[in-house]
């Protein structure tokens, strides 16, 4: 919800207190304010000015020679905008004038001719694109004739209005609209509420001899109101309107929308306009939808109903989503003279079910769904609306509401021990006091004897047992004023589990190789939940959400290192080339032995792409490549000491690169993999070079380390000897290094693998792996000949195993 920090002062008085602190304020009593947006920021000098004239430019056809009365002088502006024109009034930005984006307006010269300024479009003030009324979207923007000349424009565009946006969650549905923002507002300053005083002047002629109303479907509909305007004039919203829809996030369309718009923002309750003409009857019928009954909606997309979905129909053909968009056969348009307005309550779950499935999620379906509505408040906000339109439209309205169904219920009364505000929030709040919050809240509280009423208002359907009125006492009188207290009673001292101090300590390892963690959805796209698996077997296993909010969202992990890919993107998109991510969590397989819950395994993995390490003024940075991610591997399982039953074995899997992966292997079962990208994933998804791993953690923290022991520092030399061994191109590093290590028993120390050569010296097919070989007992000086010995049964093993031939 956006609300408008000038719009909120029209309903309770905000002297003293900045945006910046009210929002402060306001999250503190429980509705997190996510950001303050300052409309004017960068904006400054911005000016009011007035087209003298208007001539096309001699050395250019696109652009004209304007002549601008500022108020205290009158110069000259090249302009290329197509709608500028004599006699406007227009935002000029003088010359040294801030735009946002830090653009300097300065004097310059357009094809020979001076210009000293700029005649301003509303995107280039600030405004999103999407929100400037279409009849200015190419162009530049004009007041009213009423602007007074050389006054600062942004005062008169409302942009030097701040903007606070809430994070409006179920419970606190009664703030997506502007008066439940002031009760909010007032409740926490302690303010009084200063709402509109409606006046609608009617015709003598009544609503009834133009439109009957009946509801079918009483089941969703528990109420429906439409009121008739006739005579109206449908043209561009006043400048006072139109500000206010755009701070809210909506585009300025006409007077009659724009009205209905507006009144839904303030009072929370959708309407909407239909043409009355083109309604097709003077009756309105709300029932269920036929299944595959069609309707084309406002946003010109033909969408096929079942018998879930509610209608607003003629009698006969539908016209209207009920609760989510009306139909495009019915549209208020410049030519309409007489419009049918409705106001109406309709079932949540309806709308929600609707909406989600038709995936048309509008304004009004989310203040339907998420209870927002007050039920007393719906033929108000008619009589609101039909004001409006007879102010601005110069309708005449007929006099009544014809409607179906209740239009008002009775307040919910909550009662109990006044006592229990205390035992909740460790308070010592007196009876008096409790009274006063509740009151400042306009709920009508009372105490009979111990115990506590309090008639809840209709806008708050939040609140409904006595926790709920606790809440509304804690968070008003302030949770910063609750003291803090110590629990009382027997209690153990918490402490962790062998499993979860391991799992902390691969956190500071990652942490400690320059990985940063990541945090991703467990929910993904039925496709990306099978992709890069570590038990590579289809999309099999997979779990579906009964109900899922988007397709994007429909399906538990298999793997974590697709939602990895998507960060890397986003860190791509803005430049950061160089990443290097962890993440710690569960990944989910069906349960299709016993259909239950589904089986949850812990994983951890990591992407890399980039350079190692920042660049340095010495030479070119090291890229990040599979021996990279093996090292930060083996780090990690030298760490948990399970190193030596970890093994690391060539592997082909789908999405990675047949010749840059590998299986690893914990006591010879799979546990996980590693492995740059294959190409085309790369290619599809706009990365670079990219290695990931992902691995069972659960499996490997699950291993016991067993007693650390310690071994004293050598105190007799070691002997390093090397040996280069030509063998078949097929024989791996891994295998010659096990043969190497059994033959060299107890005095081998160790291995380290310093090349690999390939080439003109070498015969087709083989290749020669170069060993480093350190020779050492820690209790005594070895001999040349034990040496020679151990060396010579190396050379022996290797040949007779694999084939091996010292180099020459």
Not at 373 to 393: G, H, M, P, S, Y
Not at 694 to 700: A, I, T
Not at 716 to 731: F, G, H
Request: with cysteine.
């Amino acid at each position: 919800m956006l609300v408008s920090y000038n719009w909120l002062k029209d309903y309770v008085d905000l002297n003293g207190v900045s945006p910046e602190a009210l929002a402060d304020k306001i999250t503190k009593a429980g509705i997190e304010v996510e950001h303050v947006h300052a409309m004017s920021e960068g904006v400054k000098n911005i000016a009011v000015g007035h087209v003298v004239s208007c001539e096309q430019h001699p050395n250019a056809d696109k652009l004209n020679l304007c002549q601008v009365d500022l108020g205290d002088e009158t110069v000259q502006i090249v302009c290329g905008a197509p709608n500028v024109a004599k006699g406007q009034k227009v935002p000029v930005a003088k010359v040294g004038a801030r735009l946002p984006g830090n653009i300097k307006i300065k004097r310059s010269k357009l094809r020979g001719e001076t210009s000293n300024g700029m005649i301003c479009s509303l995107s280039e003030l600030g405004v999103d694109a999407k929100l400037v009324p279409k009849e200015f979207a190419d162009g530049i923007y004009v007041f009213e004739e009423d602007a007074v000349v050389g006054e600062n424009a942004l005062s008169y565009l409302n942009l030097d209005d701040h903007v606070l946006e809430l994070d409006i969650l179920p419970n606190s549905a009664h703030c997506l609209n502007m008066i439940g923002v002031a009760y909010e507002v007032a409740a926490i300053l302690n303010k009084d509420v200063d709402l509109p005083r409606v006046l609608v002047n009617e015709t003598p002629m009544p609503a009834e001899s133009k439109i009957r109303v009946n509801i079918e479907a009483k089941d969703a509909v528990p109420y429906y109101g439409a009121r008739v305007i006739e005579n109206i004039n449908v043209k561009p919203s006043p400048q006072w309107l139109q500000n206010r829809l755009i701070a809210a996030g909506i585009r300025p369309i006409s007077n009659i929308v724009d009205i209905t718009n507006y009144v839904m923002l303030e009072y929370g309750q959708p309407l909407h306009a239909f043409d009355y003409e083109r309604f097709g009857s003077d009756r309105v019928l709300v029932r269920h939808a036929n299944d595959g009954e069609m309707i084309t909606t406002l946003d010109d997309e033909e969408r096929t109903l079942t018998t879930s979905d509610v209608v607003i129909t003629n009698g006969i053909d539908p016209v209207a989503v009920a609760g989510v968009m009306g139909g495009v056969n019915s549209e208020v348009s410049s030519e309409t003279r007489t419009v049918l307005l409705e106001s109406a309550i309709f079932d949540a779950l309806t709308v929600r079910k609707t909406a989600s499935r038709l995936q048309m999620r509008t304004d009004a379906s989310s203040r339907y769904e998420k209870k927002g509505i007050d039920r007393n408040r719906v033929a108000e906000a008619a009589d609101r609306a039909a004001e409006l339109i007879q102010t601005i439209a110069g309708g005449d309205v007929l006099s009544g509401i014809v409607e179906d169904g209740v239009r008002t219920v009775s307040p919910q009364v909550i009662k109990m021990p006044w006592q229990k505000v205390n035992d909740v929030l460790g308070t010592d709040l007196a009876p008096d006091t409790i009274l006063s919050i509740l009151s400042r809240l306009n709920f009508q509280a009372e105490l009979n004897g111990d115990t506590l009423h309090a008639s809840i208002p209709i806008r708050r359907p939040d609140v409904t047992i006595p926790e709920d009125l606790v809440e509304e006492v804690g968070r008003i009188y302030g949770y910063d004023h609750v003291p803090a207290t110590l629990p009382e009673g027997p209690s153990t001292q918490g402490t962790l589990t062998a499993y979860q101090r391991k799992r902390r300590r691969v956190h500071r390892y990652f942490e400690g190789q320059g990985l940063q963690q990541a945090i991703t959805y467990s929910l993904t796209t039925g496709k990306k939940a099978s992709e890069l698996r570590i038990n590579n077997q289809g999309a099999s296993g997979s779990v579906q959400l009964a109900m899922p909010m988007s397709e994007e969202r429909s399906t538990l992990r298999m793997s974590i290192v697709p939602q990895l890919i998507e960060v890397v993107q986003y860190h791509l998109n803005r430049q950061m080339g160089d990443v290097k991510l962890y993440e710690i969590g569960k990944i989910f397989i069906a349960n299709e032995e016993k259909n239950d819950l589904p089986i949850e395994r812990e994983h951890v993995a990591g992407i890399f792409t980039g350079s190692r390490e920042e660049r340095i003024w010495e030479g070119q940075p090291l890229l990040v490549d599979y021996y990279t991610v093996k090292g930060v591997l083996e780090g990690l399982f030298n760490q948990l000491d399970v190193l030596s039953s970890i093994s690391f074995k060539p592997a082909k899997r789908d999405g990675l690169h047949p010749g840059r992966t590998a299986d690893i292997y914990l006591n010879n079962k799979v546990i996980g993999y590693l492995g740059q990208l294959h190409p085309n994933v790369q290619k599809a998804n706009d990365l670079q070079d990219t290695f990931v791993f992902e691995c069972d953690l659960q499996s490997v923290l699950n291993v016991d380390m067993g007693a650390i022991t310690y071994k004293a520092l050598p105190r007799y030399p070691s002997i390093t000897r090397d040996i280069a061994l030509v063998v078949k191109e097929d024989v791996k590093a891994g295998e010659l290094y096990d043969v190497i290590r059994t033959a060299g028993g107890s005095l081998l120390n160790d291995i380290q693998l310093f090349d690999v050569y390939q080439g003109e010296h070498l015969e087709e097919g083989q290749k020669s792996l170069a060993f480093s070989l350190k020779y050492l007992d820690p209790e005594r000086t070895l001999t040349d000949k034990e040496i020679n010995q151990t060396h010579e049964d190396i050379l022996n093993a290797c040949q007779d195993k694999l084939g091996a031939v010292l180099r020459g």
